[in-house]
């Protein structure tokens, strides 16, 4: 005895197709209700659906985080005069530095690098004060520690800028300076994030990969549940048209993976406070398309999956390079050129794109049509080529 479909599947063998029928909206309607009450009908898939996708925004919202603050500088004063405390100042008050130790040679900086005691430090020579008001340019020296690539080259910038704009400010008040008081002022200004929070940044760009992650998961595994169960022979067997049983199977996942990005913008919004100047009806019109790209990798990994361990597997195959060459975690610029080439059949890096500056620059259609017509293509293109793929598979 063979287990009977779901009572949900009742409405579809009631409606028969008639002689030279082709694809019926009412068999495609009553499919899509029956996924979206199979869906929904359990409490542990509602909360798969619409948990997951904040829980992971709030954790990559604040996680991925690469400013730097309170950063442990061991300071070597070797000078000791009013110029080199106002440095020292400087540095901590501008918030990315704190003071956590002192020393009088400059071996003393290494050893508290060596000991993991400080992660910069700095060490001002005998005579800093003198030479920069003698105009012969002074010199500091700044050791990083390099184990996290990316905080050095931050921190050691932000130091690079404090000391730049303590001698500036020095000659232009006529501090020592030759010029009489006839400096230089420097005025810096950030467009589109003037904090420099790389939460801005970030938060969109996880909007987006959470997206795909929804689009992918959602509809390869809810056909390769089908398969597993038997339920899809059950299916193939009824009046259903292979295009009928596509358009319920995705459907459903379309709209449950808008809501996700309706539901993950308005976090982004309303909780990070992640501006957004751009258009609505753009991101809107840039998300379909992208999400119509993931729903077709799903139902790709679909058509060669025969469980939903080895779907899951095969989705995570494709998952972690999608992110690695979108640009998500490293700028696609910084790639070789072969990735960068590679990386123009992403969905995702188009995406991303249109989406932080939709969001950050408030950028329009003309500065972003290119990315539009590499998702109109990509998404519809994809979906295309996975229902061909199912079509075959089924038959």
Known sequence: MTDRAPSTDAPLTAIAPGPGAGFSFARAREMVRKEMRQL???????RLMFGPPLIQLMIFGYAVNTDIRDTRTFIVDEDRTAV???????????GYFVIAGRGERPADVTRALDHGD???GLDIPQGFAADLASGRGAKVQVLVDGTSANSANVAQGYVGLIVQRLALNLGGTGAGGTGGGAGVQLEARAWFNPDLKSRVYNVPGVAGMIIMLMGLSLTSMAVVRERE???????????????ELIVGKTLPVVLITALDLVLVVLVAILWFHVPLRGSLLLLGAGSFFFILASVGLGLLISTISGTQQEAFMTMFFFMLPIIILGGFMFPVANMPVPFQWLSLLNPLRHYLEMVRAIFLKGAGLSALWTQLLALAVMG???LWFAITRFHKTIE
């Open 229 to 243: 169960m038997g339920t899809l022979e059950q299916l193939m067997v009824s009046p259903l048209r292979p295009a």
């Open 84 to 94: 080199s405390r106002q440095l020292v100042d400087g540095l901590t008050s501008s």
């Open 380 to 382: 519809p293109g994809l």
């Open 40 to 46: 929904f009908r359990d409490p542990r898939m509602k």
């Open 118 to 120: 400080a992660t910069i």
